[in-house]
């Protein structure tokens, strides 16, 4: 055997161990991480921190407790996580059959199956011990509740039964509201009973708007989502109702809120309108319509409200009702 060096190194040996990863296995691996992260939605948990932040600033009149928001949105992250995962193992079968979802990781079969379900059961139970450490166990349980139903409810119950699947079920996408309220508070108060009810009278207009785009995919799956099953005027005219329900309920809070979150909510609130009435003007006269814009539109009206609470909350500004002299 041959050393070469003066530390009596096997030459041989050293070269083994100094060897690089096959680029092959790394990425692989690579692709394996990428896919479990997908699996999650980290798109669709924006909404957490569109919704949580606001309202813990909210709770606790601007004071800002970064510690205790920074473990809420990862123990929310965890819970959105979880719930997300959980829908896809669910929905693997439909996911394969739409072309907006037909490369998501189960409907590839980038990861088993078995292996999502339990990815998804560790994230959950990640999330409510993280949060009944670092919060308080209303919110923990808030959290679990919601996965809950998101997986039972919504995805297994609702999705491929009824047209007003998302109406219900959306109810989960409002729970950060009060799990934000909750964390920050122990308790829940009306003010995030408020909040819960604008994102849940929204959901509605926002998720018909992308189904009105891709009902031919929801069609395919099998998903009666009501742009499949319904006129696109019924579905447009649904879509006025809900805003206008969202608008108005937005304006229940301007007492408990500042000058910038009212403006907001009245602006903002009459620039929504006007785009889904528009859709509805155009789906009547049988003129060419752009549900996505409209989608896009509704996204950027509840970034914009719930961004004008914040600054309200931060800036602790005088609430309405205080300027009013109550």
């Known amino acids: ?15 083994s ?7 092959s296995f790394a990425g692989r691996a690579g692709q394996t991480v990428l896919a479990y992260i997908a699996l999650t939605k980290p798109k669709v948990i924006e909404l957490l921190l569109v919704a949580t932040i606001p309202v813990m600033l909210l709770a606790d009149r601007g004071h800002v407790n970064l510690p205790l928001i920074l473990s809420t949105l990862f123990g929310g992250w965890l819970g959105a996580a979880s719930a997300n995962t959980l829908n896809m193992v669910a929905d693997a079968d439909i996911d394969q059959k739409m072309k907006r979802t037909e490369r998501r ?3 590839r079969h980038a990861v088993p199956v078995r292996h999502a379900l339990i990815f998804g059961l560790v994230l959950a139970a990640a999330s409510f011990a993280w949060l009944s450490v670092m919060t308080n166990l209303l919110a923990a349980v808030l959290v679990l509740v919601t996965i809950a139903f998101y997986l039972f409810v919504y995805t297994m119950l609702l999705k491929r039964r009824t047209s007003q699947n998302v109406v ?3 109810a989960a996408g409002c729970m950060p509201t009060l799990v934000g309220w909750a964390a920050a508070t122990g308790t829940i108060a009306w003010p995030a009973i ?15 708007a992308l189904a009105m785009r891709y009902k031919e995919d929801y069609k395919a799956a099998g998903v009666p989502m009501l742009p ?3 006129p696109e005027t019924t579905v447009a005219r649904q879509m006025v109702w809900y805003t206008w329900a969202t608008v108005i309920t937005t304006l229940v809070l301007i007492p408990a ?18 785009a889904v009435h528009k859709l509805y003007s155009q789906t009547k006269a049988g003129q060419e319509i752009k549900p996505l814009k409209v989608f896009l539109q509704s996204n950027n009206y509840l970034a914009v409200l719930f961004c004008a609470l914040s600054v309200d909350s931060i800036l602790n500004y005088s609430t309405v009702w205080q300027l009013l002299g109550h």
């Open 105 to 107: 990781p189960l409907a």
């Open 1 to 15: 055997m041959v050393f070469k060096g003066g530390h009596g190194t096997n030459a041989p040996d050293a070269r």
């Open 17 to 23: 161990a100094a060897a690089p990863v096959p680029a």
């Open 257 to 274: 809120a500042g000058l910038v979150y009212a403006i907001a909510a009245v602006l903002c609130g009459g620039w929504f309108l006007y």
């Open 194 to 208: 408020v909040l819960f009810l604008v994102i849940f009278f929204w959901t509605p207009p926002h998720t018909w």
């Open 228 to 230: 499949v099953v319904a």
């Open 168 to 170: 219900w079920g959306g």
